[in-house]
């Protein structure tokens, strides 16, 4: 039996939950399915993740299995339970959704040397190819991939987009039925997984046109990467001894995050986040007024006064109400901030 795993959205069950294997013992489960698919299709099968969690409800469970000869070549096998024994009956299977993703994988499988030349490999949790069923009845594949590096600021500076409009041309060199880009990357933790996740469109025609696609999926990571780059040393030029630009909600090293970018890739939505020193947003701290005031004016200059944006004020570790570019226009503004704000 193998370790592997892969993900499937299933239309059977309203909300997906996870479900322990309790008295239904993996090696009897295993020979049941494998006894299932051996009348049917003539092979037997190994349990995906026989030790970890499938998913389902009280009622319903999906195992992943794959023929024993064909490793490569994931499926799932549909289960209901019989709650008055330990057994299971057996509903429906997938084989055919994971022939079709395996013969995308074979024709994938002569450029992957070209794919590694870029900095992608197969990620060991995931296949090449995985089919994910949707609500609608539609069936999606994915391409699901490991790129070397840690996922930040300095893993897109320069470059990346050019090297992922290269992987995109190879998939469509290999003719190779793909509707979505799923490329992971390894973020703080060792095995903490961050996604980059792009629908693999027929309309764009070079890098930057995928770029804006890509921040259109990710505002809040890459889009707010590029601004970080270009922004950086106006924002380390506003902050002093009591305050820095830190603390965004999924990324503590980022002072600035975009939620929203337009048809061009520009951010259209600023989220600042400003980490005073502990104890210093109060309003019997001297050199409030004149910080957030300072604060006010410098992000007016650096993206402009008619540009909206948000800032939230962190003290030490706790979040603040924050304010917005309409509510802070002058020193009258900032004072009666912080009267109505803080104590």
């Known amino acids: 039996m193998k370790a592997k795993f892969m993900s499937l959205l299933v239309p059977m069950v309203m909300t997906l939950v996870p479900m322990g294997y309790e008295k239904m013992q993996t090696i009897e489960v295993e020979s049941k399915l494998s006894t299932y698919t051996e009348e049917k299709y003539d092979f037997k099968v190994d349990l995906e993740e026989p030790n ?11 195992h992943m299995v794959s023929p024993e000869r064909k490793p490569e070549l994931i499926f799932g096998i549909a289960i209901e339970r019989d709650f008055r024994g330990d057994g299971f009956e057996i509903i429906s299977d997938d084989y055919d959704l994971g022939q079709k993703a395996h013969k995308e994988y074979e024709k994938i499988k002569p450029f992957l040397s070209e794919m590694n030349d870029l900095g992608f490999k197969r990620h060991s949790d995931f296949s090449y190819v995985t089919y994910h069923k949707l609500d609608d009845g539609r069936i999606e594949y994915y391409l699901n991939l490991k790129e070397k590096g840690n996922y930040g600021v300095e893993k897109f500076k320069n470059g990346w ?12 060199a290999t003719g190779a039925d793909i509707n979505y880009f799923r490329i992971l990357m390894d973020y703080k933790e060792e095995n903490d997984q961050m996604p980059i996740f792009f629908p693999n469109s027929p309309n764009i025609n070079n890098a930057k046109e995928l770029a804006v696609l890509i921040k259109k999926n990710h505002p809040e990571s890459l889009a707010s990467f590029e601004l970080v780059y270009q922004l950086e040393e106006e924002l380390d030029s506003l902050e002093n001894e009591r305050y820095s630009f830190e603390g965004a909600h999924h990324a503590e090293e980022l002072g600035l995050l975009c939620g929203r970018v337009d048809e061009q890739g520009d951010c259209v939505d600023y989220r600042f986040f400003v980490k005073y020193e502990k104890g210093g947003l109060t309003a019997d701290n001297p050199y409030l007024e004149d910080d957030l005031y300072r604060i006010m004016e410098g992000l007016d200059k650096i993206v402009g006064s ?6 939230t004020l962190i003290d030490h570790s706790r979040s603040r109400e924050g304010f917005t570019s309409d509510q802070l226009n002058s020193r009258e503004d900032v004072q009666r901030y912080i009267q109505e704000t803080f104590e």
């Open 52 to 62: 970890d969690l499938h998913y389902g409800n009280d009622q319903y469970i999906y």
């Open 161 to 172: 987009e050019e090297k992922y409009f290269n992987l995109v041309e190879i998939i469509k």
């Open 306 to 311: 008619d540009t909206k944006y948000y800032v």
